[in-house]
Each structure stands twice: as C-alpha cells, then as structure tokens.
C-alpha cells in the first residue's frame, strides 16, 4: 500500500477549484506562509508610523497565526483564516505583497511633495485631514 503524503493526497482529492481561472494548489499551505512571511519582510522595510504598515502587518499577523494554529489541515486553515479556499487566500496574500512592495516603492507615508490646492480636501463644507477621516 502506497502512503500518501498531505499535500500529496490533498492534491489527489481536489481536481478543480470550482472558480474559473483558479487553479488547485499542490501545496498551498507552505506557500502560504511563505507568502506571509515575504510580506512582513517588506513591510519591516516601511516607517513604524505608517498607518498601512500598521494595519497590513497586523493582518498579516492574525492570519499567519491562524494559518500555524491549523497545523497543516487544510480544511482548517479554510476555516480559520475564514477567506474560501485555500487557494483564494493564496491569491489574497499574493495581492497584498504585490502591493506592499508598491507602497515601498511609492513611499506612501512621505509628506506631499506639493501643497494641496485651498479646498482640495474640502467635502460637503468640512475639512478632511487624514486624522479626521474615518
């Protein structure tokens, strides 16, 4: 009898996502991490103060936690991280590193380099600061 490994008999099990232009993952759950684990790395690379930063990593956090709490299961890391499939969360993470290095590159959290037009951040006859808006 042939023993069949997780990513191995999960790859067996699963032939289609059922989302077109999906395709199953052989081994979603390492590269998973992987993923979650790259965009911290460039997240790092961004000012502490920055709000994404702030926001992305601790997102990033929750579902790397969530991914190590499912121990390898599949179905469990589905549940948990609470996104689909796996492979939808696979293309999430891919997403938001993808962007994450965009705000590196952008350099998001730097002042303006000009000033705003008077009335530019004025809606409906209120001021809109970045502290104000919600």
């Known amino acids: 009898m042939f023993r069949l490994t997780r990513p191995l008999f999960y790859a067996a099990r699963k032939t289609t996502t059922g989302i077109t232009g999906l395709k199953v993952h052989h081994d979603p759950i390492p590269a998973l991490k992987q993923t979650y684990d790259s965009t911290l790395q460039i997240l790092s690379a961004i000012p502490q103060s920055s709000v994404y930063r702030q926001g992305a990593e601790a997102l990033t956090l929750h579902k790397l936690k969530a991914l190590e709490k499912a121990n390898?299961?599949?179905?469990?890391?589905?549940?948990?991280?609470?996104?689909?499939?796996i492979e939808e969360s696979l293309e999430i993470a891919q997403d938001e590193l993808s962007l994450a290095n965009k705000m590196l590159q952008w350099k998001a959290w730097e002042p303006l380099?000009?000033?705003?037009?008077?009335?530019?951040?004025?809606?409906?006859g209120k001021e809109t600061t970045a502290s104000t808006a919600s």
Do not use: R, S
């Open 72 to 85: 390898g299961d599949i179905a469990a890391a589905e549940k948990e991280l609470d996104e689909g499939q």
């Open 113 to 124: 380099e000009e000033k705003p037009q008077p009335g530019q951040w004025q809606y409906f």
